[in-house]
């Protein structure tokens, strides 16, 4: 027998005692090692713990038994003692080809198993989870459709992951940034929305999240269907849990923050942030009831709806949808108040609105924005 099929039939037995909770400590260490050695070593390892669990799970109904079928299918080093050498052969060979059919039709359920089996044995050599996941850089928007349906429209400085094996098992995504979803309907698998504060449960429904890292809050604004909110820090508290219809936003507070600084009116508390109303504390869910909808998700159409919006709030919108960066040499123009509709306006055609509609100024170079007052224009 030649050295590399020994060195192959080694490494098979250490990686068979493993799969059938034989392995010793010693056989655990060596595994590790054999893994770290080279990507084919680790793909020889993918296939073999896939034609384990595949011919378990194809043939448990006959009481199949992989250790005896393993011994039969490994070459040996006395082929000559046996009885009918041609016959041996025959089956080795249709073992092995029934059991990469096997794997083949049950290739995206046996990851999961692998990988939990491994991380409970404290065996992780190398990264076996794959991911997709959809960045969007500043000044751009994407759409995307899911495994399962579901259309994503994903905003500036956003991304969006899920795992590979989505909409097998569950289906579950992270967020960071906004996004708006129209989730397809399956009330066998409930879609989440996952991000750093809060998580969000549906079956099927169109609903808006933004959940920027730089900001104070994150924001879940249903317009179609209903969803559910939970609370990531209290997730077991059912006061932390929040049930969301149609025209109506959760905010999420990260830091503690003033009432006033959660947009709109008709707003409820809800949990421990029930106590003071002037101040909400941090990890605490407010409600905003009769919210135009079309304000939260314009962002995402040709037809971009401004209202009621501070420049100091639209500049942050301003600076992700043009990739620019924006200042203000004169602090007092933040507060100024702007209503409109944008429809495929460049930069310097919004910048120009907002110079005709206000006492403002603007500077531009290099993608940096300088806003000042505009003296001439409050003289006039």
Same mark, same amino acid.
């Given at each position: 027998?030649?050295?590399?099929?020994?060195?192959?039939?080694?490494?098979?037995?250490?990686?068979?005692?493993?799969?059938?909770?034989?392995? %010793?400590?010693? *056989?655990?260490?060596?595994?590790?090692?054999?893994?770290?050695?080279?990507?084919?070593?680790?793909?020889?390892?993918?296939?073999?713990?896939?034609?384990?669990?595949?011919?378990?799970?194809?043939?448990?109904?006959?009481?199949?038994?992989? #250790?005896?079928?393993?011994?039969?299918?490994?070459?040996?080093?006395?082929?000559?003692?046996?009885?009918?050498?041609?016959? #041996?052969?025959?089956?080795?060979?249709?073992?092995?080809?029934?059991?990469?059919?096997? $794997?083949?039709?049950?290739?995206? &359920?046996? @990851?999961?198993?692998?990988?939990? !089996?491994?991380?409970?044995?404290?065996?992780?050599?190398?990264?076996?989870?794959?991911?997709?996941?959809?960045?969007?850089?500043?000044?751009?928007?994407?759409?995307?459709?899911?495994?399962?349906?579901?259309?994503?429209?994903?905003?500036?400085?956003?991304?969006?992951?899920?795992?590979?094996?989505?909409?097998?098992?569950?289906?579950?995504?992270?967020?960071?940034?906004?996004?708006?979803?129209?989730?397809?309907?399956?009330?066998?698998?409930?879609? &989440?929305?996952?991000?750093?504060?809060? @998580?969000?449960?549906?079956?099927?429904?169109?609903?808006?999240?933004? $959940?920027?890292?730089?900001?104070? @809050?994150?924001?879940?604004?249903?317009?179609?269907?209903?969803? #559910?909110?939970?609370?990531?820090?209290?997730?077991?508290?059912?006061?932390?849990?929040?049930?969301?219809?149609?025209?109506?936003?959760?905010?999420?507070?990260?830091?503690?923050?003033?009432?006033?600084?959660?947009?709109?009116?008709?707003?409820? =508390?809800?949990?421990? $942030?029930?106590?003071?109303?002037?101040?909400?504390?941090?990890?605490?869910?407010?409600?905003?009831? *009769?919210?135009?909808?079309?304000?939260?998700? %314009?962002?995402?159409?040709?037809?971009?709806?401004?209202?009621?919006?501070?420049?100091?709030?639209?500049?942050?919108?301003?600076?992700?949808? !043009?990739?620019?960066?924006?200042?203000?040499?004169?602090?007092? =123009?933040?507060?100024? =108040?702007?209503?409109?509709?944008?429809?495929?306006?460049?930069?310097? #055609?919004?910048?120009?609105?907002?110079?005709?509609?206000?006492?403002?100024?603007?500077?531009?170079?290099?993608?940096?924005? @300088?806003?000042?007052?505009?003296?001439?224009?409050?003289?006039?």
């Amino acid at each position: 027998m030649s050295e590399f099929n020994l060195h192959n039939i080694q490494s098979d037995d250490l990686i068979f005692r493993f799969l059938s909770k034989r392995a %010793s400590q010693g *056989d655990l260490n060596n595994m590790r090692l054999w893994l770290s050695k080279s990507l084919s070593n680790q793909r020889h390892f993918d296939e073999i713990c896939d034609l384990w669990v595949a011919s378990k799970q194809i043939c448990r109904k006959n009481e199949f038994d992989p #250790q005896m079928a393993w011994q039969k299918s490994k070459p040996t080093k006395s082929s000559n003692k046996q009885s009918n050498p041609v016959i #041996q052969t025959k089956i080795t060979g249709f073992f092995i080809r029934w059991q990469w059919v096997a $794997a083949i039709f049950i290739v995206f &359920f046996i @990851t999961g198993t692998i990988v939990t !089996y491994l991380i409970g044995k404290n065996i992780t050599p190398y990264n076996v989870s794959a991911y997709t996941e959809h960045y969007v850089p500043y000044g751009s928007k994407s759409v995307v459709t899911l495994p399962d349906g579901t259309r994503v429209w994903i905003n500036s400085g956003s991304r969006l992951r899920y795992s590979q094996n989505f909409n097998a098992l569950d289906r579950q995504v992270t967020l960071e940034g906004e996004a708006y979803f129209d989730v397809y309907k399956n009330a066998q698998k409930p879609f &989440f929305v996952k991000t750093s504060g809060i @998580t969000v449960k549906v079956i099927g429904t169109a609903f808006n999240v933004k $959940a920027y890292p730089d900001e104070k @809050t994150i924001e879940t604004t249903v317009e179609r269907g209903m969803v #559910q909110v939970f609370n990531n820090v209290s997730i077991e508290k059912t006061n932390e849990r929040v049930f969301l219809h149609p025209k109506q936003k959760a905010t999420y507070i990260k830091v503690r923050i003033a009432l006033n600084e959660v947009k709109n009116t008709n707003t409820s =508390v809800s949990g421990i $942030a029930k106590q003071k109303r002037e101040v909400v504390k941090a990890n605490s869910l407010v409600i905003n009831n *009769d919210v135009v909808t079309k304000y939260v998700t %314009s962002w995402k159409d040709t037809r971009w709806i401004i209202e009621s919006e501070q420049l100091i709030d639209l500049a942050v919108k301003i600076e992700r949808r !043009y990739n620019v960066k924006i200042d203000f040499y004169d602090s007092k =123009v933040r507060n100024y =108040v702007f209503s409109g509709i944008l429809e495929d306006e460049s930069l310097e #055609q919004v910048l120009e609105v907002i110079k005709m509609s206000a006492p403002i100024q603007y500077s531009l170079k290099q993608k940096k924005i @300088t806003f000042y007052e505009n003296k001439e224009f409050i003289i006039k």
